[in-house]
T-cell receptor, first 114, second 106 residues
Framework: DGGITQSPKYLFRKEGQNVTLSCEQN?????MYWYRQDPGQGLRLIYY???????QKGDIAEGYSVSREKKESFPLTVTSAQKNPTAFYLC?????????????FGDGTRLSIL | GQQVMQIPQYQHVQEGEDFTTYCNSS?????IQWYKQRPGGHPVFLIQ?????EVKKQKRLTFQFGEAKKNSSLHITATQTTDVGTYFC??????FGAGTRLTVKP
């Protein structure tokens, strides 16, 4: 089955540590996205990429970094500069341009601070 | 960036009652998408509206896009417990509303 795979499902970060969240898709989608969701809140866009080797900052990019070396992969690194990283992180992909096509979401990664 | 406001934040209904959530934008939207997120799950795409005044139906769900393309609504007729979840709208640039959390009492 085609879909989006996020790993790990749960992740714990120590103070001063960088952690990387994995997102892989086999839908052959060009665009990929990372969102952060806090309890009872909507989704806030962290980064998005519409093509390999290119990505743009979303509304809350500070303290995060991404790469898009392959079409199917869009890992997110939560750096030590992100002082409040505890949240639910969702990766998504879409066929076409941002906002023009439906987004397909992975099951998410829950990140907590130790 | 564009702000998309969604109301109400919460709605608790008795099973069989109707439910409506509204999405309002400060700017004209080229399109709007609706998603549903079940508790503990991830958002799932429901529908996309593109045309001014567009109305689309999916069984008990009715989606509307305003004439000015600045607002949209999702109406559920005769709610069921399976409708429980948070409903989000998303405008251009994929900016999501805060969502309306629906709970249904059997």
């Amino acid at each position: 089955d085609g879909g989006i795979t996020q790993s790990p499902k749960y992740l714990f970060r120590k103070e001063g540590q960088n952690v990387t969240l994995s997102c892989e898709q086999n839908l052959n989608h060009d665009a990929m996205y990372w969102y952060r969701q806090d309890p009872g809140q909507g989704l806030r866009l962290i980064y998005y990429s519409q093509i390999v080797n290119d990505f743009q900052k979303g509304d809350i990019a500070e303290g995060y970094s991404v790469s898009r070396e392959k079409k199917e992969s869009f890992p997110l690194t939560v750096t030590s500069a992100q002082k409040n990283p505890t949240a639910f992180y969702l990766c998504a992909s879409s066929i076409g341009s941002r906002g023009q096509e439906p987004q397909h979401f992975g099951d998410g990664t829950r990140l907590s601070i130790l | 960036g564009q702000q998309v406001m969604q109301i109400p934040q919460y709605q608790h209904v008795q099973e069989g009652e109707d439910f409506t959530t509204y999405c309002n934008s400060s700017t004209t939207l080229s399109n709007i998408q609706w998603y549903k997120q079940r508790p503990g799950g991830h958002p799932v795409f429901l529908i996309q509206l593109v045309k001014s005044g567009e109305v689309k139906k999916q069984k008990r769900l009715t989606f509307q896009f305003g004439e000015a393309k600045k607002n949209s609504s999702l109406h559920i007729t005769a709610t069921q417990t399976t409708d429980v979840g948070t409903y989000f709208c998303a405008g251009i640039d994929m900016r999501f509303g805060a969502g309306t959390r629906l709970t249904v009492k059997p």
